[in-house]
Protein backbone atom coordinates (compact mmCIF):
# COMPACT_ATOMS: atom_id res chain seq x y z
CA UNK A 1 0.00 0.00 0.00
CA UNK A 2 3.15 2.29 0.79
CA UNK A 3 4.71 2.14 -2.57
CA UNK A 4 1.45 3.19 -4.25
CA UNK A 5 0.77 6.19 -2.40
CA UNK A 6 3.76 8.14 -4.01
CA UNK A 7 1.99 8.27 -7.38
CA UNK A 8 -1.39 8.59 -6.05
CA UNK A 9 -0.36 11.95 -4.77
CA UNK A 10 1.23 12.66 -8.34
CA UNK A 11 -1.74 11.57 -10.09
CA UNK A 12 -3.88 14.04 -7.35
CA UNK A 13 -0.92 16.91 -8.36
CA UNK A 14 -2.04 16.13 -12.05
CA UNK A 15 -5.31 16.32 -11.50
CA UNK A 16 -4.64 19.68 -9.14
CA UNK A 17 -2.72 21.17 -12.18
CA UNK A 18 -5.83 19.97 -15.24
CA UNK A 19 -8.76 21.79 -13.47
CA UNK A 20 -6.80 24.87 -11.63
CA UNK A 21 -9.90 27.37 -11.76
CA UNK A 22 -12.09 24.27 -10.17
CA UNK A 23 -9.64 23.91 -7.37
CA UNK A 24 -9.09 26.71 -6.54
CA UNK A 25 -12.93 28.24 -6.41
CA UNK A 26 -12.95 25.27 -4.00
CA UNK A 27 -9.46 25.94 -1.98
CA UNK A 28 -11.28 29.40 -1.80
CA UNK A 29 -14.41 27.90 -0.13
CA UNK A 30 -12.51 25.63 2.56
CA UNK A 31 -10.53 28.69 3.48
CA UNK A 32 -13.81 30.70 4.12
CA UNK A 33 -15.61 28.17 6.09
CA UNK A 34 -12.28 27.44 8.19
CA UNK A 35 -12.14 31.00 8.92
CA UNK A 36 -15.38 31.96 9.11
CA UNK A 37 -17.31 29.22 10.75
CA UNK A 38 -14.31 26.04 11.71
CA UNK A 39 -11.96 28.33 13.42
CA UNK A 40 -13.92 30.29 15.84
CA UNK A 41 -16.19 27.01 16.79
CA UNK A 42 -12.87 25.12 17.25
CA UNK A 43 -10.50 27.21 18.72
CA UNK A 44 -11.82 27.88 22.28
CA UNK A 45 -12.28 23.97 22.91
CA UNK A 46 -8.94 23.00 21.63
CA UNK A 47 -7.59 25.82 24.09
CA UNK A 48 -9.81 24.36 26.94
CA UNK A 49 -8.14 20.88 25.99
CA UNK A 50 -4.85 22.24 25.76
CA UNK A 51 -5.07 24.20 28.89
CA UNK A 52 -6.35 20.92 30.95
CA UNK A 53 -3.69 18.93 29.25
CA UNK A 54 -0.86 21.45 30.03
CA UNK A 55 -2.20 21.56 33.85
CA UNK A 56 -1.75 17.77 34.26
CA UNK A 57 -5.24 16.77 34.15
CA UNK A 58 -5.07 13.75 31.94
CA UNK A 59 -2.23 12.68 32.36
CA UNK A 60 -1.62 12.66 36.25
CA UNK A 61 -1.65 8.86 37.06
CA UNK A 62 -4.09 7.77 39.11
CA UNK A 63 -6.17 10.82 38.80
CA UNK A 64 -9.93 9.91 38.66
CA UNK A 65 -8.72 6.46 37.97
CA UNK A 66 -11.20 4.50 35.62
CA UNK A 67 -13.92 7.39 35.50
CA UNK A 68 -10.88 9.55 33.99
CA UNK A 69 -11.97 7.62 30.34
CA UNK A 70 -14.79 8.16 30.39
CA UNK A 71 -14.71 11.68 31.27
CA UNK A 72 -12.05 12.33 28.15
CA UNK A 73 -14.41 10.44 26.24
CA UNK A 74 -17.24 12.55 27.15
CA UNK A 75 -15.64 15.83 27.15
CA UNK A 76 -14.06 14.28 23.41
CA UNK A 77 -17.88 14.20 21.94
CA UNK A 78 -18.35 17.82 23.26
CA UNK A 79 -15.08 18.86 22.06
CA UNK A 80 -16.56 17.58 18.26
CA UNK A 81 -13.36 16.51 15.61
CA UNK A 82 -10.74 16.67 15.85
CA UNK A 83 -10.56 17.37 19.50
CA UNK A 84 -11.54 14.18 20.62
CA UNK A 85 -8.23 12.76 18.44
CA UNK A 86 -6.18 14.91 19.78
CA UNK A 87 -7.46 14.23 23.46
CA UNK A 88 -7.19 10.32 22.55
CA UNK A 89 -3.45 11.05 21.50
CA UNK A 90 -2.66 12.65 24.53
CA UNK A 91 -4.09 9.69 26.87
CA UNK A 92 -1.71 7.11 24.72
CA UNK A 93 1.03 9.17 25.48
CA UNK A 94 0.55 9.85 29.02
CA UNK A 95 -0.20 5.69 28.88
CA UNK A 96 -3.51 6.02 30.34
CA UNK A 97 -4.81 4.30 27.21
CA UNK A 98 -2.77 1.25 25.48
CA UNK A 99 -2.26 1.87 21.36
CA UNK A 100 -4.82 -1.53 21.02
CA UNK A 101 -7.30 0.92 22.70
CA UNK A 102 -6.66 3.93 21.20
CA UNK A 103 -6.93 2.46 17.66
CA UNK A 104 -10.02 1.78 18.72
CA UNK A 105 -11.73 4.41 19.89
CA UNK A 106 -10.19 6.86 17.02
CA UNK A 107 -13.15 6.68 15.04
CA UNK A 108 -15.85 6.58 17.36
CA UNK A 109 -14.85 9.72 20.08
CA UNK A 110 -13.85 11.94 16.87
CA UNK A 111 -17.09 13.10 15.91
CA UNK A 112 -18.98 16.41 15.41
CA UNK A 113 -20.19 18.42 18.05
CA UNK A 114 -23.46 19.04 19.67
CA UNK A 115 -23.22 22.02 18.46
CA UNK A 116 -22.66 21.72 15.11
CA UNK A 117 -25.37 19.30 15.30
CA UNK A 118 -27.98 21.87 16.77
CA UNK A 119 -27.05 24.94 15.20
CA UNK A 120 -25.48 23.73 11.52
CA UNK A 121 -27.67 20.86 10.94
CA UNK A 122 -30.76 21.08 12.95
CA UNK A 123 -31.75 24.39 13.28
CA UNK A 124 -30.03 26.02 9.53
CA UNK A 125 -30.66 23.31 7.88
CA UNK A 126 -33.54 21.21 8.33
CA UNK A 127 -35.24 23.97 10.36
CA UNK A 128 -36.37 22.13 13.28
CA UNK A 129 -34.76 22.17 16.48
CA UNK A 130 -36.45 19.75 17.85
CA UNK A 131 -34.75 17.18 15.15
CA UNK A 132 -31.57 17.62 17.34
CA UNK A 133 -33.06 14.77 19.87
CA UNK A 134 -33.31 11.89 17.46
CA UNK A 135 -30.09 12.73 15.75
CA UNK A 136 -27.83 13.31 19.02
CA UNK A 137 -29.47 10.17 20.20
CA UNK A 138 -28.62 8.05 17.07
CA UNK A 139 -25.35 10.18 16.40
CA UNK A 140 -23.94 9.52 20.14
CA UNK A 141 -25.97 6.46 20.90
CA UNK A 142 -24.32 4.39 18.15
CA UNK A 143 -20.42 4.97 19.28
CA UNK A 144 -21.03 4.69 22.97
CA UNK A 145 -22.07 0.88 21.98
CA UNK A 146 -18.70 0.55 20.91
CA UNK A 147 -16.76 3.15 23.43
CA UNK A 148 -18.21 1.33 26.36
CA UNK A 149 -16.55 -2.09 26.47
CA UNK A 150 -13.37 -0.56 24.98
CA UNK A 151 -13.25 1.23 27.84
CA UNK A 152 -14.08 -1.12 30.60
CA UNK A 153 -10.54 -3.19 29.51
CA UNK A 154 -7.48 -2.56 31.27
CA UNK A 155 -4.99 -0.49 30.59
CA UNK A 156 -2.03 -0.19 30.72
CA UNK A 157 0.03 0.56 34.17
CA UNK A 158 0.38 4.68 34.19
CA UNK A 159 3.77 6.21 33.81
CA UNK A 160 4.50 9.28 35.27
CA UNK A 161 3.20 12.45 33.45
CA UNK A 162 6.17 13.24 31.06
CA UNK A 163 6.44 16.65 32.23
CA UNK A 164 5.12 18.39 35.75
CA UNK A 165 1.85 20.15 35.82
CA UNK A 166 2.77 23.90 34.76
CA UNK A 167 1.62 27.29 36.01
CA UNK A 168 -1.69 28.65 34.95
CA UNK A 169 -0.11 31.49 32.89
CA UNK A 170 2.74 29.52 31.45
CA UNK A 171 0.06 26.58 30.69
CA UNK A 172 -2.56 29.19 29.09
CA UNK A 173 -0.03 30.81 27.05
CA UNK A 174 1.16 27.67 25.42
CA UNK A 175 -2.09 26.19 25.14
CA UNK A 176 -3.09 29.39 22.90
CA UNK A 177 0.09 29.13 21.09
CA UNK A 178 -0.35 25.26 20.03
CA UNK A 179 -3.72 25.56 19.27
CA UNK A 180 -3.21 28.21 17.30
CA UNK A 181 -0.95 25.75 15.50
CA UNK A 182 -3.64 23.13 15.41
CA UNK A 183 -6.13 25.26 13.96
CA UNK A 184 -3.51 25.91 10.77
CA UNK A 185 -3.74 22.09 10.40
CA UNK A 186 -7.23 21.91 10.35
CA UNK A 187 -7.04 25.21 7.62
CA UNK A 188 -4.81 22.84 5.94
CA UNK A 189 -6.65 19.87 5.70
CA UNK A 190 -10.04 21.62 4.89
CA UNK A 191 -8.57 23.38 1.80
CA UNK A 192 -7.28 20.23 -0.02
CA UNK A 193 -10.28 18.56 0.49
CA UNK A 194 -12.25 21.38 -0.83
CA UNK A 195 -9.47 21.91 -3.56
CA UNK A 196 -10.04 18.59 -4.66
CA UNK A 197 -13.58 18.41 -4.34
CA UNK A 198 -13.80 21.19 -6.91
CA UNK A 199 -11.67 19.41 -9.41
CA UNK A 200 -13.92 15.88 -9.09
CA UNK A 201 -17.19 18.06 -9.33
CA UNK A 202 -15.65 19.24 -12.60
CA UNK A 203 -14.83 16.49 -13.93
CA UNK A 204 -17.88 14.69 -12.34
CA UNK A 205 -20.90 16.45 -12.71
CA UNK A 206 -24.49 15.73 -12.25
CA UNK A 207 -27.21 15.74 -9.10
CA UNK A 208 -26.65 12.86 -7.73
CA UNK A 209 -22.77 13.15 -7.48
CA UNK A 210 -23.53 16.57 -6.66
CA UNK A 211 -24.58 15.91 -3.20
CA UNK A 212 -22.95 12.63 -2.34
CA UNK A 213 -19.03 13.85 -3.66
CA UNK A 214 -19.46 16.81 -0.78
CA UNK A 215 -20.15 14.51 1.87
CA UNK A 216 -17.53 12.25 1.06
CA UNK A 217 -15.07 15.38 1.35
CA UNK A 218 -16.13 17.73 3.71
CA UNK A 219 -19.16 17.32 6.00
CA UNK A 220 -20.36 21.18 5.94
CA UNK A 221 -20.37 20.77 2.19
CA UNK A 222 -21.84 17.64 1.98
CA UNK A 223 -24.60 18.66 4.92
CA UNK A 224 -25.51 21.65 2.54
CA UNK A 225 -25.59 19.51 -0.26
CA UNK A 226 -27.70 16.34 1.08
CA UNK A 227 -30.45 18.90 2.70
CA UNK A 228 -31.09 20.55 -0.68
CA UNK A 229 -32.25 17.52 -1.94
CA UNK A 230 -36.01 16.57 -2.44
CA UNK A 231 -36.51 13.77 0.21
CA UNK A 232 -39.08 12.81 2.88
CA UNK A 233 -38.10 14.75 5.59
CA UNK A 234 -37.51 11.42 7.79
CA UNK A 235 -35.29 9.90 5.20
CA UNK A 236 -33.30 13.79 4.59
CA UNK A 237 -32.52 13.81 8.54
CA UNK A 238 -31.31 10.35 8.57
CA UNK A 239 -29.12 11.09 5.64
CA UNK A 240 -27.84 14.06 6.97
CA UNK A 241 -26.92 12.34 10.10
CA UNK A 242 -25.15 9.47 8.57
CA UNK A 243 -22.82 11.87 6.46
CA UNK A 244 -22.04 14.08 10.06
CA UNK A 245 -21.05 10.58 11.41
CA UNK A 246 -18.94 9.26 8.55
CA UNK A 247 -17.47 13.43 8.27
CA UNK A 248 -15.54 13.10 4.69
CA UNK A 249 -11.75 13.01 3.68
CA UNK A 250 -11.26 16.71 5.79
CA UNK A 251 -12.17 14.87 9.24
CA UNK A 252 -10.16 11.93 8.42
CA UNK A 253 -7.06 13.89 7.56
CA UNK A 254 -7.98 16.17 10.14
CA UNK A 255 -8.05 13.11 12.44
CA UNK A 256 -4.40 12.00 11.52
CA UNK A 257 -3.04 15.33 12.10
CA UNK A 258 -3.98 14.68 15.72
CA UNK A 259 -3.31 10.94 16.34
CA UNK A 260 -0.49 10.47 13.79
CA UNK A 261 -1.00 6.45 15.08
CA UNK A 262 -4.12 6.41 12.50
CA UNK A 263 -4.08 5.46 9.24
CA UNK A 264 -6.34 6.98 6.89
CA UNK A 265 -8.35 4.14 4.69
CA UNK A 266 -9.14 1.84 7.40
CA UNK A 267 -10.21 4.77 9.61
CA UNK A 268 -12.89 6.13 6.99
CA UNK A 269 -14.14 2.50 6.26
CA UNK A 270 -15.19 2.25 10.37
CA UNK A 271 -16.23 5.95 9.89
CA UNK A 272 -18.57 5.06 6.96
CA UNK A 273 -19.72 1.76 8.33
CA UNK A 274 -20.40 3.84 11.97
CA UNK A 275 -22.48 6.42 9.84
CA UNK A 276 -24.95 4.04 8.31
CA UNK A 277 -25.66 2.64 11.53
CA UNK A 278 -26.26 6.30 12.92
CA UNK A 279 -28.13 7.29 10.08
CA UNK A 280 -30.23 3.64 10.69
CA UNK A 281 -30.87 4.33 14.08
CA UNK A 282 -31.68 8.07 13.53
CA UNK A 283 -34.52 6.19 11.45
CA UNK A 284 -35.85 3.74 13.66
CA UNK A 285 -36.06 6.60 16.34
CA UNK A 286 -38.58 8.93 14.67
CA UNK A 287 -41.52 7.51 15.82
CA UNK A 288 -40.61 7.40 19.55
CA UNK A 289 -41.11 11.44 19.58
CA UNK A 290 -44.83 12.34 19.06
CA UNK A 291 -44.37 15.93 17.77
CA UNK A 292 -42.10 14.59 14.91
CA UNK A 293 -43.99 11.68 14.16
CA UNK A 294 -46.70 14.18 13.01
CA UNK A 295 -44.79 15.19 9.78
CA UNK A 296 -45.01 12.12 8.32
CA UNK A 297 -47.95 10.32 9.33
CA UNK A 298 -50.23 9.56 11.63
CA UNK A 299 -48.40 8.20 15.03
CA UNK A 300 -50.17 4.75 15.15
CA UNK A 301 -49.54 3.70 11.61
CA UNK A 302 -45.56 5.38 12.15
CA UNK A 303 -45.29 2.85 14.98
CA UNK A 304 -46.91 0.04 12.88
CA UNK A 305 -44.36 0.65 10.20
CA UNK A 306 -41.25 1.31 12.28
CA UNK A 307 -42.21 -1.70 15.18
CA UNK A 308 -43.10 -3.92 12.65
CA UNK A 309 -41.38 -7.71 12.62
CA UNK A 310 -39.51 -6.96 9.75
CA UNK A 311 -38.54 -4.23 9.92
CA UNK A 312 -36.84 -4.67 13.18
CA UNK A 313 -35.69 -8.11 11.93
CA UNK A 314 -33.96 -6.17 9.11
CA UNK A 315 -32.35 -3.75 11.72
CA UNK A 316 -31.34 -5.93 13.99
CA UNK A 317 -29.59 -7.87 11.32
CA UNK A 318 -27.84 -4.62 9.51
CA UNK A 319 -26.96 -3.19 13.57
CA UNK A 320 -25.15 -7.22 14.21
CA UNK A 321 -22.94 -7.26 10.59
CA UNK A 322 -22.26 -3.40 11.41
CA UNK A 323 -21.14 -4.08 14.91
CA UNK A 324 -19.10 -7.45 13.75
CA UNK A 325 -17.35 -5.88 11.15
CA UNK A 326 -16.34 -2.57 12.97
CA UNK A 327 -15.54 -4.99 16.08
CA UNK A 328 -13.50 -7.43 13.72
CA UNK A 329 -11.78 -3.88 11.84
CA UNK A 330 -10.52 -2.40 15.44
CA UNK A 331 -9.06 -5.57 16.72
CA UNK A 332 -7.36 -5.89 13.14
CA UNK A 333 -5.68 -2.43 13.83
CA UNK A 334 -5.11 -2.97 17.27
CA UNK A 335 -2.99 -6.20 16.26
CA UNK A 336 -1.10 -3.94 13.83
CA UNK A 337 -0.45 -1.73 16.69
Request: proline share 8%.
Amino acid sequence: MNSILPYAALLLLFALLLCPEAALLGARSGALLWWRSVFPALLPCCVALKLSEKLGLWGHPGRFGRGRLFLAAGFSLLAGAPNGARLLSTLVEEKALSPRQGAGLLPLVNQVSPAFLFSIIASDLLKNKLLFRPMALALYGAPALFTLPLLLKKAPAAAEPSAPPLPFAQAFSSAVWESMGAMLQVGGCLVFACALLGVLQKICPGPILGALLPALFEVSAGAAALSALSLPLRLKTSLLLGAACFGGLSLGLQALCAYPRGKLLPYLLQKLLLGALAGGLCYLLFPLFPDLAGAFAPRQVLLRRALSAGALGLSSLLSVLLLFLLSLMGANRGREN
